[in-house]
């Protein structure tokens, strides 16, 4: 029987998992907007994908600037 592939979605979903050390459901979560990653994380995350966390999360900042 064939394995399943992954499609790209869970792809990305389990390379984000890997790279901040959080289960494939965390990050579904967080892609739903169901909860957010800490600081660190999103730390992590800017360092990846080379971007400003301001960049990759800037509602957050601006809520944090209320």
Same mark, same amino acid.
């Given at each position: 029987?064939?394995?399943? +592939?992954?499609?790209?979605? !869970? +792809? ?12 494939p459901a965390t990050v579904i979560k ?23 966390? !301001?960049?990759?999360?800037? !509602? *957050? !900042?601006? *809520? *944090?600037?209320?």
């Open positions: 029987m064939a394995k399943h +592939q992954p499609t790209p979605r !869970e +792809q990305f979903i389990n390379k984000i998992a890997e790279i901040t050390h959080r289960s967080w892609v739903m907007g169901l909860s957010k990653p800490d600081i660190n994380t999103k730390r992590i995350l800017s360092k990846y994908f080379k971007a400003p966390v !301001e960049e990759l999360f800037p !509602e *957050e !900042e601006k *809520e *944090e600037e209320k």
